[in-house]
């Protein structure tokens, strides 16, 4: 049911007020300068709310951006503690770009100039950012609009489906030669860090990334089944890696040794519940060693590598380095190529020589 309520301002000036009462739904109203307008008004609306449609634009003209992040930080960053913190990171700078945007006015346009603002943008060190780190702030907030679409019901799509990702270079393969890895290991052995040499093995054995290993807990660590178990952050999918060999060693050799008062397989020095800070221990690591241009993220790509040349199909290192699709693997094709084609020549060797 609606009606429509002619009204006469102190000067004279006439206005409609229109009013929209459906069962099952809060009562609408809006207020017209022209009556053509106010029936149209009506029309929309009955339809609108009829189809499920009303309210969702309601909220985003009441919603702002600021809003839906802070509600997002609150409720979903605490379910994602691997990448929580550089999240909110990347959720502040939108924030401090679009904050004060209704959610209705965050339209792909607007995200695409922001966008280019974040290209041009320069890091602490002075460096301009490149395509990947933009991809991540994006897949940010992104991931916010889809949950504020799906289950908050405060918009109707999410605006960066329509915005193209900035491209990014091929990864890079950056691995370390069984020298370099003896080399970096001694010097780990002899760093101040009681954690280094455990962390290095145990991420040229398995893949797994920096902050898997650090935020690694007691209970994810199965030693009997010879077994770690994470909660993979970057594709929400639980993910089993095996320890074997040294990396198994030392850390069945951590636990004779491990912190009652956390439950932290690497905790921090003074602070039992954060996890130990290694970066200034590995710089000073890599510099001791004589290895340049390498990072500790390169240590995937360098289990990866030896993956595809012990003859690791891509599907397998996808699944070991928690990859959901081979996309991220293929840069190692070559390296498995060889393997095969190795294989092939010997086989070729036994039948005809």
């Known amino acids: 049911m609606a009606n429509i309520q002619k009204r006469i301002g102190s000067k004279g000036n006439v206005s409609y007020r229109a009013l929209i009462r459906l069962k099952g ?11 053509t307008d106010a029936k149209k008004w009506i029309q929309d609306t009955e339809s609108a709310i009829r189809e499920g449609r009303y309210f969702k634009k309601a909220e985003a003209r009441k919603k702002t951006l600021h809003q839906l992040i802070e509600r997002y930080k609150e409720t979903v960053l605490p379910t994602k503690p691997r990448s929580a913190y550089e999240q909110r990171y990347q959720l502040d700078w939108w924030d401090d770009e679009l904050g004060d945007y209704f959610l209705v006015d965050v339209t792909p346009a607007v995200v695409s100039e922001a966008k280019d603002r974040l290209l041009r943008t320069k890091s602490k060190q002075g460096k301009q950012l490149s395509p990947s780190t933009v991809v991540r702030y994006m897949a940010a907030l992104s991931h ?8 908050w019901q405060w918009v109707d799509e999410n605006p960066f489906r329509n915005v193209s990702r900035p491209k990014e270079p091929r990864g890079r393969v950056r691995f370390l030669e069984k020298a370099e890895i003896q080399n970096l290991r001694d010097a780990c052995r002899e760093s101040s860090s009681p954690f280094l040499e455990t962390i290095f093995v145990i991420s040229i054995s398995t893949g797994m990334r920096k902050g898997e290993i650090l935020g690694l807990k007691w209970d994810e660590v199965d030693l009997s089944r010879k077994m770690i178990y994470i909660n993979d952050p970057k594709n929400g999918q639980r993910r089993a890696v095996p320890l074997t060999g040294d990396a198994l060693t030392l850390m069945r050799q951590l636990t004779k040794v491990r912190y009652l008062n956390t439950d932290l397989v690497f905790p921090g020095v003074r602070k039992r519940d954060k996890p130990a800070k290694i970066d200034n221990h590995w710089a000073k690591a890599l510099e001791e060693a004589g ?3 390498y990072r500790f993220h390169d240590n995937r790509h360098t289990a990866a590598s030896y993956l595809a040349m012990n003859g690791a199909s891509l599907s397998e290192i996808a699944e070991i380095l928690g990859h959901k699709t081979l996309s991220m693997v293929q840069r190692y094709a070559h390296l498995s190529e060889a393997h095969t084609a190795k294989v092939v020549s010997r086989m070729n060797k036994a039948i005809f020589d």
Do not use: M, Y
């Not at 739904?25 to 009556?35: D, N, V």
């Not at 609009?145 to 799906?150: E, R």
């Open 25 to 35: 739904h809060p009562p609408q109203s809006a207020t017209f300068a022209r009556l």
């Open 144 to 151: 916010a609009f889809t949950v504020a679409t799906k289950e």
């Open 291 to 293: 290895i340049e241009n």
